[in-house]
């Protein structure tokens, strides 16, 4: 019987074994990071992104916008930003305003004037002002009540004389006493009433609030200014939700209306991002579109310039307004997501994205990037990055302790803070990367792409590099080495990543009770995966599947449970390519109901990547098999052909833990490439079965607990590795079974012969007990 593979073929396999020869000439010649030099670019600080990069140079140049469309954690923040440094030393002194914004009070209490004046002359002209509104606060007479004083003074010093002549007079002639005391009295009245009159004068002095009052409608008239440019230096406004207050400005709300207490309308304007920055970025477009200011910015982007408003609120600056417009030419840089994407291309038939493409471009930021020399490369760039990210954070958290108490000090402290000891002469320093850790970030993201390209969502990485950090201070290790960095994957996962752990710890237990208590016939190990939302990271899990034969007429396939339609065509798919090999070998079709069972697969399945691991449970059952519950198996199938399916490098990694107890796993041929990375830090060797070639992972570094992953061509192929049977020997099974089905029917749809009642001595018991339409 010819092979299905050729002798290039397993050529291609043993090359395989070279990859991780080939990825450390492509990495370079270092022993560590220490010896990473970065670009002093910082544009080139992003990696990856190489489109991106190039059309932010060009709108540098020509100041148009940018609208930069990918996943979480591909780099969009950081390309803001770098273009922003990049603006600043190139053009900033000419993008950055030169004139301060002013207001003015205009025609009614309800508008104001705009006007861009210079700087320098504002301050002399406030100055000027101010000053005379002192002056003439300070013109003004002092309040006095020297003449009532006086005049009670003289009264008082009356009566004091008369007081005494009266006394005087009582000598001689008693009644005098009387006028004496009278006198008396008033005198002190009168000297009380000084007294009161010298109070108050002294309270009206101390108190300017009557003065301010009086020069109040000299203040009201002087000019706000509402942005100076001495005192904004920064380029670009960063808005997290972009609506008309933060966007455009407006007035704010007096709640002192009465009283001449009131605070003029161009005192209480405040100004947004579109007057005062040159460059405005928005983190994410979708928050726009929540809060409705699409229609605002188009009108803003279009005319470069606006009228500000008070809004729809209802406060006292509600029907407030400019007369004069303010200045909007804005260079816009805004991220999004792809369902954002498809909502801007349907809104307006597209046109904020018209705007965008009209003076900038729409850049398709990269989720997955070939592995190229320069892109392997960039991957220890990034590395060391995050090393000085994080011994910044450290000399921000920890340099005054270190500085003032030592790190015998940090140790104690920190001590406290992971609740365990740490080694005497542990030191919270940084450590470089060995190029062997580094190897184990390629592989990373490698095994969390597909098609041989490297993964380009790189905010996951960051906390395993930091935590892999903390792994090697923690031993107080010199270099961070691949055990930390493996360490640190065990650590950091999604929440997906948490779910698809406890699956696979579920399916375990499953999979040993499934093979304790069957034959293991028709039970197949799939392999599938579960895909988050946000980072589009797969995470591999077992899918046990079971499948069941019964002969009869209903000719069938059934697949209960939250199947997908995929799934469901998948299954059919199955089933046509069952009933074309009894076709193709002769035997007799009689009729057959096929049932597939995913075994406890609540959250439900889709894909046809479990097309080739249900076509095995089917077959298994058919010629009664067992099927190798150590080997897991995924693949697309279509005839007899197994194409490729996603996820391939995360199945395998799902079901290569030893306490699973699998021994191995079959994965298309066309996937073979993402087999690859599992071979970074592992020894590895070509092995071959029945001309179908493999790899075999040695998971221990003595040898022990080999992992063998077999490239299968066809549906034939896996039923050798599986169910240990040629091609030759399962059609003459299903041949067998498909002849001994065909007499069951033949036998089943035979008419009864009626016994004669004398041949049966209980015939007449029979034919009382039996109902007159059995008869």
Same mark, same amino acid.
């Given at each position: 019987?010819?092979?299905? @593979?050729?002798?290039? #073929?397993?050529?291609? /396999?043993?090359?395989?074994?070279?990859? %991780? $020869?080939?990825? +450390? !000439?492509? =990495? *370079?010649?270092?022993?560590?990071?220490?010896?990473?030099?970065?670009?002093?670019?910082?544009?080139?600080?992003?990696?990856?992104?190489?489109?991106?990069?190039?059309?932010?140079?060009?709108?540098?140049?020509?100041?148009?916008?940018?609208?930069?469309?990918?996943?979480?954690?591909?780099?969009?923040?950081?390309?803001?930003?770098?273009?922003?440094?990049?603006?600043?030393?190139?053009?900033?002194?000419?993008?950055?305003?030169?004139?301060?914004?002013?207001? @003015?009070?205009?025609? #009614?209490?309800?508008? /104001?004037?705009?006007?861009?004046?210079? %700087? $320098?002359?504002? +301050? !002399?002209? =406030? *100055?000027?002002?101010?000053?005379?509104?002192?002056?003439?606060?300070?013109?003004?007479?002092?309040?006095?009540?020297?003449?009532?004083?006086?005049?009670?003074?003289?009264?008082?010093?009356?009566?004091?004389?008369?007081?005494?002549?009266?006394?005087?007079?009582?000598?001689?002639?008693?009644?005098?006493?009387?006028?004496?005391?009278?006198?008396?009295?008033?005198?002190?009245?009168?000297?009380?009433?000084?007294?009161?009159?010298?109070?108050?004068?002294?309270?009206?002095?101390?108190?300017?609030?009557?003065?301010?009052?009086?020069?109040?409608?000299?203040?009201?008239?002087?000019?706000?200014?509402?942005?100076?440019?001495?005192?904004?230096?920064?380029?670009?406004?960063?808005?997290?939700?972009?609506?008309?207050?933060?966007?455009?400005?407006?007035?704010?709300?007096?709640?002192?209306?009465?009283?001449?207490?009131?605070?003029?309308?161009?005192?209480?304007?405040?100004?947004?991002?579109?007057?005062?920055?040159?460059?405005?970025?928005?983190?994410?477009?979708?928050?726009?579109?929540?809060?409705?200011?699409?229609?605002?910015?188009?009108?803003?982007?279009?005319?470069?310039?606006?009228?500000?408003?008070?809004?729809?609120?209802?406060?006292?600056?509600?029907?407030?307004?400019?007369?004069?417009?303010?200045?909007?030419?804005?260079?816009?840089?805004?991220?999004?997501?792809?369902?954002?994407?498809?909502?801007?291309?349907?809104?307006?038939?597209?046109?904020?994205?018209?705007?965008?493409?009209?003076?900038?471009?729409?850049?398709?930021?990269?989720?997955?990037?070939?592995?190229?020399?320069?892109?392997?490369?960039?991957?220890?760039?990034?590395?060391?990055?995050?090393?000085?990210?994080?011994?910044?954070?450290?000399?921000?958290?920890?340099?005054?302790?270190?500085?003032?108490?030592?790190?015998?000090?940090?140790?104690?402290?920190?001590?406290?803070?992971?609740?365990?000891?740490?080694?005497?002469?542990?030191?919270?320093?940084?450590?470089?990367?060995?190029?062997?850790?580094?190897?184990?970030?390629?592989?990373?993201?490698?095994?969390?792409?597909?098609?041989?390209?490297?993964?380009?969502?790189?905010?996951?990485?960051?906390?395993?590099?930091?935590?892999?950090?903390?792994?090697?201070?923690?031993?107080?290790?010199?270099?961070?080495?691949?055990?930390?960095?493996?360490?640190?994957?065990?650590?950091?996962?999604?929440?997906?990543?948490?779910?698809?752990?406890?699956?696979?710890?579920?399916?375990?237990?499953?999979?040993?009770?499934?093979?304790?208590?069957?034959?293991?016939?028709?039970?197949?190990?799939?392999?599938?995966?579960?895909?988050?939302?946000?980072?589009?990271?797969?995470?591999?899990?077992?899918?046990?599947?079971?499948?069941?034969?019964?002969?009869?007429?209903?000719?069938?396939?059934?697949?209960?449970?939250?199947?997908?339609?995929?799934?469901?065509?998948?299954?059919?798919?199955?089933?046509?390519?069952?009933?074309?090999?009894?076709?193709?070998?002769?035997?007799?079709?009689?009729?057959?109901?096929?049932?597939?069972?995913?075994?406890?697969?609540?959250?439900?399945?889709?894909?046809?990547?479990?097309?080739?691991?249900?076509?095995?449970?089917?077959?298994?059952?058919?010629?009664?098999?067992?099927?190798?519950?150590?080997?897991?198996?995924?693949?697309?199938?279509?005839?007899?052909?197994?194409?490729?399916?996603?996820?391939?490098?995360?199945?395998?990694?799902?079901?290569?833990?030893?306490?699973?107890?699998?021994?191995?796993?079959?994965?298309?041929?066309?996937?073979?490439?993402?087999?690859?990375?599992?071979?970074?830090?592992?020894?590895?060797?070509?092995?071959?079965?029945?001309?179908?070639?493999?790899?075999?992972?040695?998971?221990?570094?003595?040898?022990?607990?080999?992992?063998?992953?077999?490239?299968?061509?066809?549906?034939?192929?896996?039923?050798?590795?599986?169910?240990?049977?040629?091609?030759?020997?399962?059609?003459?099974?299903?041949?067998?079974?498909?002849?001994?089905?065909?007499?069951?029917?033949?036998?089943?749809?035979?008419?009864?012969?009626?016994?004669?009642?004398?041949?049966?001595?209980?015939?007449?018991?029979?034919?009382?007990?039996?109902?007159?339409?059995?008869?």
């Amino acid at each position: 019987m010819p092979s299905d @593979y050729k002798q290039n #073929d397993h050529r291609w /396999i043993q090359e395989l074994l070279a990859y %991780p $020869a080939h990825l +450390d !000439k492509r =990495l *370079g010649s270092f022993a560590d990071t220490s010896q990473i030099s970065l670009p002093t670019d910082p544009i080139n600080r992003v990696i990856f992104q190489d489109r991106a990069k190039k059309a932010i140079r060009k709108i540098a140049q020509n100041k148009g916008h940018i609208l930069m469309v990918g996943r979480p954690g591909t780099g969009k923040s950081m390309l803001a930003n770098m273009f922003n440094k990049v603006l600043e030393k190139s053009l900033g002194d000419y993008l950055r305003p030169r004139d301060c914004i002013v207001a @003015y009070p205009g025609k #009614d209490r309800n508008h /104001i004037r705009i006007a861009y004046e210079n %700087p $320098a002359r504002m +301050d !002399k002209v =406030l *100055g000027e002002l101010n000053a005379a509104i002192e002056s003439a606060r300070n013109s003004m007479d002092e309040f006095s009540l020297a003449d009532q004083i006086q005049a009670v003074r003289r009264v008082r010093i009356g009566l004091i004389l008369i007081t005494c002549i009266a006394a005087a007079a009582g000598v001689f002639f008693p009644p005098a006493f009387i006028a004496a005391g009278l006198a008396g009295m008033g005198s002190i009245f009168m000297y009380i009433q000084e007294n009161s009159h010298r109070a108050q004068e002294k309270i009206q002095r101390e108190t300017i609030a009557g003065t301010r009052n009086d020069v109040k409608y000299l203040e009201d008239q002087v000019p706000e200014i509402l942005y100076d440019p001495r005192q904004d230096r920064d380029l670009m406004a960063r808005v997290s939700e972009p609506s008309a207050r933060n966007m455009k400005g407006g007035f704010r709300h007096d709640p002192y209306q009465s009283g001449n207490l009131q605070t003029p309308s161009h005192k209480r304007a405040y100004l947004g991002a579109h007057a005062k920055s040159p460059i405005i970025y928005i983190d994410e477009l979708k928050t726009l579109v929540k809060v409705g200011y699409m229609a605002d910015l188009l009108e803003i982007m279009q005319n470069k310039r606006y009228i500000l408003e008070g809004g729809k609120s209802t406060g006292s600056g509600a029907a407030d307004r400019s007369e004069d417009n303010l200045k909007a030419d804005n260079i816009i840089v805004a991220c999004c997501n792809h369902d954002t994407l498809a909502y801007l291309q349907q809104e307006g038939d597209g046109a904020f994205l018209s705007r965008i493409e009209d003076k900038g471009e729409i850049i398709q930021m990269e989720s997955a990037v070939p592995e190229t020399r320069q892109n392997v490369r960039q991957i220890a760039q990034y590395v060391k990055q995050e090393i000085n990210n994080l011994a910044q954070e450290f000399e921000e958290a920890w340099g005054e302790v270190i500085a003032k108490e030592g790190h015998e000090s940090v140790r104690k402290r920190s001590e406290h803070i992971y609740g365990r000891s740490l080694p005497e002469d542990f030191k919270l320093t940084v450590r470089e990367f060995s190029k062997n850790a580094v190897l184990e970030i390629v592989k990373e993201l490698r095994c969390r792409s597909s098609d041989g390209k490297l993964s380009g969502i790189l905010r996951p990485i960051n906390g395993i590099i930091k935590t892999a950090e903390f792994e090697a201070m923690f031993e107080n290790a010199p270099l961070v080495q691949p055990q930390h960095v493996r360490r640190a994957l065990e650590e950091h996962l999604s929440l997906e990543g948490s779910i698809s752990r406890e699956i696979a710890k579920h399916k375990k237990y499953l999979k040993k009770y499934i093979s304790s208590m069957t034959d293991s016939i028709g039970y197949v190990v799939g392999l599938a995966v579960i895909q988050s939302a946000s980072s589009g990271q797969m995470h591999g899990q077992p899918l046990p599947i079971h499948g069941q034969i019964n002969v009869g007429n209903a000719d069938k396939v059934v697949a209960p449970g939250k199947i997908g339609d995929i799934a469901k065509a998948a299954a059919q798919n199955v089933r046509a390519s069952i009933k074309k090999v009894l076709n193709n070998i002769g035997a007799p079709y009689v009729g057959y109901e096929m049932y597939i069972d995913y075994i406890q697969a609540h959250g439900g399945v889709e894909g046809d990547s479990a097309s080739v691991a249900m076509d095995i449970a089917l077959v298994s059952d058919f010629i009664r098999q067992p099927v190798n519950q150590r080997y897991g198996v995924t693949g697309s199938l279509t005839g007899d052909i197994i194409l490729a399916v996603g996820g391939v490098t995360e199945k395998i990694r799902s079901i290569m833990d030893p306490v699973l107890g699998m021994e191995g796993a079959c994965i298309p041929w066309l996937n073979k490439y993402d087999v690859e990375p599992l071979l970074i830090n592992c020894r590895s060797e070509y092995i071959q079965q029945d001309n179908i070639p493999g790899i075999r992972i040695h998971r221990r570094t003595d040898g022990k607990n080999p992992f063998d992953i077999y490239f299968c061509k066809t549906k034939y192929n896996a039923y050798r590795i599986l169910m240990g049977l040629g091609k030759k020997e399962l059609e003459r099974r299903m041949v067998e079974r498909s002849r001994r089905d065909l007499q069951f029917m033949q036998h089943y749809r035979e008419p009864v012969v009626e016994v004669p009642t004398a041949a049966c001595p209980m015939s007449a018991v029979c034919n009382a007990s039996m109902p007159k339409t059995q008869k």
